[in-house]
């Protein structure tokens, strides 16, 4: 496995590209499973089921249509984004992508339990969630896709993001349940610190499938 982290603030565009050459890389077999943590430039990306009637305001911030499933979020300072590059076809996941799925959700829960965080999946919508005022609050998103086997895309966590940057679309196509951040549940910890810690998780979670 190999760990790239890009500096400073990325560009969504370029980081994309990044991301779709290292999908052709590690699916010939050329490069390693890859992932790539980021912090981006503002950025509202549009997954394949997103519709027109999500976006309800007025906003500078750029949108940009990608590939990956799920409707609108946000990208950009404060946010760690998690873009994992894996062939699916090799141990442990052998072509199974509910399996790689869990070991997101997994991955990111065991993480925030570090932090002294309870979070948790729903069934009816994806992410990553923690009760926050008596109602669950997305902490994290996820949008993943895979070509030839190869995952991509991948993970969005809310570090101290500002959170009114999700005020003009409705983040994933979800209007009843808002969305959070480690800083507002009054956890202050750096990107780099919580870089530390989702690295040793990755490898516990894995250790175990």
Known sequence: MQWLKLPGLSDYKETLVLMENLVQEVA??????????????????????????DIVGDTEIPIIQ???????TFHGPGQRVIYPIIDLKK???????????????SWIIATLEHLGINAHIRDDHIGIWVNQNGIDAKVAAIGIRARKWVAFHGVAVNINTDLTNFKSFVPCGINDLPVTSL???????TLEEFDEILKKEYYNIVKIL
């Open 28 to 53: 010939s077999g050329t490069k390693p499973d890859t992932i790539i943590l980021t912090e981006h430039k503002s950025v509202i990306t549009s997954g394949t089921s997103a519709t027109s009637a």
């Open 66 to 72: 990608i590939g990956r499933g799920g409707k609108y």
């Open 91 to 105: 141990n442990p996941w052998n072509s199974d992508l509910k399996k790689y799925l869990n070991f997101l959700h």
């Open 183 to 189: 800083s507002s549940m009054g956890v202050n910890i």
